[in-house]
């Protein structure tokens, strides 16, 4: 008797556990995750021939493009399924090339570039294909800072920024991030392999060095608003903490503690260091 009660016991409960899901079903798996956004992006348009347009253009066109492709939620609409044309300006575009079947975008960013007084100035520009009205969520001019090419990347990098804050409600992009990490250099004094702090951008380009100590330094800790790196350094032949500008490379002041020193980390607002 004693095991019939149990096995109507288990049998009520599996009951009442699957009455609780249908009512409050929970969801999950590895097929859950935020549905892409499909993108239209042709190739920005030098408004000129001449040979370095041409280039940095097609500069800010790869690095665009990779920074879209890598964000995880935009799928690009491949070259192959475009419509044929070149996309500068409004008037070029038919959104009905770009709305139909085996195409099936939902946006579409496009502009043009030239070159004035020594900078790549760029129209770009975002449209919500599924709107009759109010259909440009981005129309700006931006500019490089110069005409090298980190600095046509860190253009590329904003745009995409700007494009996945619009699209997606101002989930901010991480393009124009870097990564602190630790790198052998050379020699010490002693002979033995340096480790300095370098930086690159996110996607590996521009790497170079932070520190160049000839020394031992590793643990880098970016600060909150990614304007100071804390570090540990043994070039005093001592663990000391030391704090410098990715942008001007200045150091900022920090006390020798002495003893085996490690692991800064900062404060959420930047004022302080836990070691």
Do not use: C
């Amino acid at each position: 008797m004693k095991q019939l009660i149990a096995v109507l016991l288990i049998i009520l409960s599996i009951a009442s556990i699957r009455g609780a899901t249908r009512q409050g079903q929970i969801t999950t798996g590895t097929n859950q995750g935020q549905v892409e956004v499909r993108l239209g992006f042709p190739e920005f348009q030098p408004k000129t021939g001449d040979p370095q347009t041409v280039k940095l253009t097609a500069l800010f066109n790869q690095v665009l493009w990779d920074d879209l492709d890598y964000s995880g939620n935009v799928a690009l609409v491949s070259r192959s399924f475009q419509p044929a044309g070149r996309f500068s300006i409004p008037t070029d575009v038919r959104i009905e090339d770009w709305t139909r079947a085996g195409v099936n975008a939902q946006y579409l960013a496009f502009g043009n570039a030239t070159i004035n007084r020594g900078k790549l100035e760029l129209e770009t520009r975002l449209w919500d294909l599924g709107v009759t009205q109010n259909r440009e969520l981005i129309a700006n001019r931006l500019s490089s800072g110069d005409l090298t090419e980190n600095a046509v990347r860190i253009t590329a990098h904003f745009f995409a920024d700007q494009i996945i804050d619009k699209l997606f409600g101002g989930k901010f992009g991480i393009a124009r991030t870097q990564i602190a990490y630790v790198a052998t250099s050379g020699k010490d004094a002693k002979g033995r392999d340096a480790k300095e702090i370098y930086i690159m951008d996110y996607d590996g380009a521009n790497a170079g060095p932070l520190t160049t100590y000839r020394s031992i330094s590793f643990m880098p800790a970016w600060a909150p608003e990614g304007d100071k790196i804390a570090f540990i350094t043994f070039r005093r032949n001592t663990s000391d903490i030391e704090i410098l500008s990715p942008l001007d490379r200045r150091l900022s002041p920090f006390p020798s503690v002495g003893g085996t020193t490690g692991t800064p980390s900062w404060s959420p607002d930047g004022s302080r260091i836990a070691f």
